[in-house]
């Protein structure tokens, strides 16, 4: 089970001492010494990786699922497989942050398949409502922007969700998705027409109906 605390933050003076550490790590994985220390139960380290991962791993999560509670459960989750297989890791199969994502992925998954075909974007907007001054503007763009988002193939979600909500390196966003990086390029430009398709929708005013009997006056 996760130790009492381990998703708040790590002690100051134990985190600097932590990170201190892993400044001397491998650069293949600057987590790794801070998960040895996790594998021998040391909670201050398991909380020094929440405060590392967490912020980036929530936003990704949320990205995925429109539903910020949602995101804080799968992040809870994550956290208590990572604090049970600590353990069992075995070195040079994965980096810690490549293995988080792909874990978060799957919850994610698990989620979804869970969920009514339908999401309500109305809900997902009470969180992010404009200024007065820019209220229609703003609001009608990030309302196509959530829905082109909605409508967008799995894989090309999960793609935006590591690349640009975890702010992940494309070779890493690759290997959590464990696809090949030009898979992934791809995945990407594809998200991303869709998105600047959706943006740069104009919705044209109706016509003027015409009454029967009178012409249109020419200009």
């Not at 290997?175 to 995945?187: G, N, T, V, W």
């Amino acid at each position: 089970m996760l130790p009492q605390g381990a998703l708040v933050a790590c002690p100051a003076a134990r985190r600097s001492q932590i990170l201190d550490d892993n400044a001397h790590n491998s650069a293949d994985d600057p987590d790794l010494r801070t998960l040895r220390l996790v594998a021998e139960g040391d909670q201050h380290a398991c909380a020094a990786l929440v405060d590392r991962h967490l912020t980036r791993l929530h936003a990704a999560a949320g990205r995925m699922l429109g539903d910020q509670a949602e995101a804080e459960d799968v992040c809870q989750e994550v956290f208590m497989r990572l604090w049970t297989q600590a353990p069992r890791w075995q070195e040079g199969r994965a980096k810690l942050s490549t293995w988080l994502y792909r874990v978060m992925l799957n919850a994610c998954h698990d989620r979804l398949r869970k969920r009514r075909p339908e999401v309500d974007l109305d809900e997902q907007l009470q969180s992010e409502q404009p200024g007065p001054e820019q209220a229609h503007a703003q609001e009608q763009r990030q309302r196509r922007l959530l829905q082109a988002l909605d409508r967008l193939p799995p894989r090309q979600r999960q793609a935006m969700a590591l690349c640009h909500d975890a702010r992940m390196s494309q070779v890493d966003a690759a290997m959590a998705m464990e696809i090949s990086e030009s898979a992934l390029e791809s995945l990407l430009a594809r998200a991303r027409r869709t998105l600047r398709a959706a943006l740069s929708e104009q919705a044209l005013p109706p016509p003027i109906p015409i009454q029967p009997g009178i012409k249109e006056q020419s200009l």
